[in-house]
């Protein structure tokens, strides 16, 4: 059975910083590409982030500079390291896993990913 489950969200002040963690289960996590995705109130859920084993990373040019994503393999655990954080980062913020890690390009859309988390509530105050 697989299972994503995001965990680390919560209220910070702008300017502060948050580290998401999205655990794996019931899959060969290696093998996937592992995103973020986020979805604010009465908006569509959008791209964040995407790592690949082998190092390979991609932002969203709205986060980058900002965020850095990383994984552990041995841990099948995904991470979002969030810095500076504004209001309009609030957002719920789900995990997500592309079986085709070798396709050309990088899956920015949702229906490119085939299992998702729950998603975590991240909010920032101004």
């Known amino acids: 059975q697989v299972q994503l489950v995001e965990s680390g969200g919560g209220l910070v002040q702008a300017g502060g910083s948050l580290r998401l963690s999205c655990a794996a289960s019931?899959?060969?996590?290696?093998?996937?590409?592992m995103g973020w995705f986020r979805q604010a109130p009465g908006k569509e859920r959008e791209f964040v982030a995407i790592?690949?084993?082998?190092?390979?990373?991609y932002y969203a040019d709205s986060v980058k500079g900002r965020f850095t994503i990383s994984r552990d393999n041995a841990k099948n655990t995904v991470y979002l390291q969030m810095n500076s954080l504004k209001p309009e980062d609030t957002a719920v913020y789900y995990c997500?896993?592309?079986?085709?890690?070798?396709?050309?390009?990088?899956?920015?859309?949702?229906?490119?990913?085939?299992?998702w988390g729950q998603g975590t509530q991240v909010t920032v105050s101004s």
């Open positions: 019931g899959f060969t996590f290696v093998t996937y590409g």
């Open positions: 997500a896993a592309d079986r085709f890690s070798g396709r050309p390009g990088v899956p920015t859309t949702e229906s490119e990913y085939n299992y």
């Open positions: 790592s690949w084993s082998g190092g390979r990373m």
